[in-house]
């Protein structure tokens, strides 16, 4: 995940397309599989944020990972940090990417900006969290990372 230095900073996010087969339309990190011939998952991180939205990786200074995330669907995700530096580029891939967008480093620090909701999932009630903005629904996974890279910036 990326975080946006300069005068107006946050989380880099995008909008999955929605002809994807899997998580479609759906609010997530710039990422994907880690493939046999990434380094780490720090590179992987890079590749895939540079195939996504066309970030340049020489714009990405590395700060480390955050703990893997175990989905209920059955993905590990593996949280990697970055600065980016002011004025980077992006860039959205047609294939996979409907929109680039922030959560402003100003709610994440909000510790009342997150909400727990509660919905039933293929017959089961499951909670999950949401975060506010403006135009995108930020739930699920996408939003429970964020969760915790908020409380691990606040201290907590």
Same mark, same amino acid.
């Given at each position: 995940?990326?975080?946006?230095?300069?005068?107006?900073?946050?989380?880099?996010?995008?909008?999955?397309?929605?002809?994807?087969?899997?998580?479609?339309?759906?609010?997530?990190? /710039?990422?994907?599989?880690?493939?046999?011939?990434?380094?780490?998952?720090?590179?992987?991180?890079?590749?895939?944020?540079?195939?996504?939205?066309?970030?340049? /990786?020489?714009h990405a200074e590395i700060?480390?990972?955050?703990?893997?995330?175990?989905?209920?669907?059955?993905?590990?995700?593996?949280?990697?940090?970055?600065?980016?530096?002011?004025?980077?580029?992006?860039?959205?891939?047609?294939?996979?990417?409907?929109?680039?967008?922030?959560? /402003?480093?100003?709610?994440?620090?909000?510790?009342?900006?997150?909400?727990?909701?509660?919905?039933?999932?293929?017959?089961? &009630?499951?909670?999950? &969290?949401? &975060? /506010?903005?403006?135009?995108?629904?930020? &739930?699920?996974?996408?939003?429970?990372?964020?969760?915790?890279?908020?409380?691990?910036?606040?201290?907590?």
């Amino acid at each position: 995940m990326g975080v946006a230095a300069g005068p107006a900073p946050g989380v880099l996010l995008t909008r999955r397309t929605a002809h994807l087969r899997q998580h479609s339309g759906q609010v997530s990190f /710039p990422g994907g599989r880690i493939d046999p011939t990434d380094a780490s998952p720090e590179a992987a991180a890079l590749r895939e944020a540079n195939e996504e939205v066309g970030l340049d /990786p020489d714009h990405a200074e590395i700060l480390g990972r955050l703990h893997d995330y175990a989905t209920g669907t059955g993905y590990r995700i593996t949280p990697v940090l970055a600065l980016l530096a002011p004025g980077y580029l992006t860039r959205p891939s047609a294939q996979e990417v409907d929109a680039i967008f922030q959560l /402003p480093l100003a709610t994440l620090l909000d510790p009342r900006a997150p909400q727990r909701r509660r919905a039933e999932f293929s017959g089961a &009630w499951r909670e999950y &969290w949401v &975060w /506010p903005h403006p135009e995108q629904h930020i &739930w699920g996974a996408t939003a429970a990372i964020l969760v915790h890279l908020a409380r691990r910036l606040r201290g907590g």
